[in-house]
């Protein structure tokens, strides 16, 4: 069973329609949420860390929002170049701190037409 | 400032020879995270490493994979005897410390094609 699950897996929006990604997650006890970034070929790029519900954060055109159960990445006004993979990942309660040992989603995979 | 450094970008190898891939992390961080992607599914951790130490390997395959991050050089993940499954793309990660609040930064990836 999966732990982390991301949906749509795939999104397609036209530039300036605003969308939400969601992720739902099921661990006994979290101790962070991410959001990253991923273009094709490319590593993931950190976007957001979130930590207790009810937490948000934005940068530019995406805010991410924080529940007990799941999680909403926000796209406002998107353009063409906010394409990409969107990662979700958390780590669970019982790990010693570190970012190492997250569980990621398989993703959400958005393209914005102009 | 160069970002975390991975190579080869691409490596092709025969079943039953080994691979050898390389993370050079960020100037100044210590700690290192492998993972892989296999095609339709999500980042999987590895392993998670400091300076000579193997924090948790709770996600390397028992056989034929190893890690190590010496105290010089670049941390090296090897795959010996490799088969056709091992193909994916593996991801280098580093960070300066190990606190939760600390971003990861990721490299571009090795993507091991195993013929």
């Known amino acids: 069973e999966d732990q982390v699950t991301q949906s749509p897996e795939a999104l397609r929006l036209q530039e300036g329609e605003s969308s939400s990604l969601n992720c739902s997650y099921t661990?006994?006890?979290?101790?962070?949420l991410f959001w990253y970034r991923q273009d094709p070929g490319k590593g993931p790029e950190f976007l957001f860390t979130?930590?207790?519900a009810g937490e948000e954060k934005e940068k530019e055109r995406l805010k991410a929002t924080l529940t007990k159960k799941e999680s909403f990445l926000h796209i406002t006004a998107p353009k063409p170049e906010d394409s990409a993979t969107y990662l979700c990942?958390?780590?669970?309660?019982?790990?010693?701190?570190?970012?190492?040992?997250?569980?990621f989603g398989k993703g959400t995979k958005l393209s914005v037409k102009p | 400032n160069a970002g975390v450094m991975q190579n080869p970008r691409h490596l092709v190898r025969r079943r039953g020879q080994e691979a050898r891939l390389r993370c050079s992390p960020m100037?100044?961080?210590?700690?290192v995270y492998w993972y892989r992607q296999l095609p339709e599914e999500g980042l999987k951790f590895m392993v998670y490493?400091?300076?000579?130490?193997?924090?948790?390997e709770s996600g390397m395959p028992k056989e034929r994979f190893s890690a190590e991050f010496p105290k010089e050089g670049p941390s090296i993940l090897r795959i010996q005897q490799v088969v056709r499954g091992d193909s994916a793309a593996y991801f280098c990660?580093?960070?300066?410390?190990?606190?939760?609040?600390?971003?990861?930064?990721f490299g571009q990836g090795t993507r091991l094609t195993v013929v």
């Open positions: 979130l930590y207790s």
């Open positions: 661990v006994s006890g979290l101790r962070g």
């Open positions: 990660a580093s960070s300066p410390n190990g606190e939760v609040d600390t971003e990861a930064f």
């Open positions: 490493l400091q300076k000579e130490n193997i924090i948790d």
């Open positions: 100037k100044g961080h210590s700690h």
């Open positions: 990942a958390v780590q669970e309660d019982n790990y010693g701190g570190s970012q190492g040992n997250l569980i």
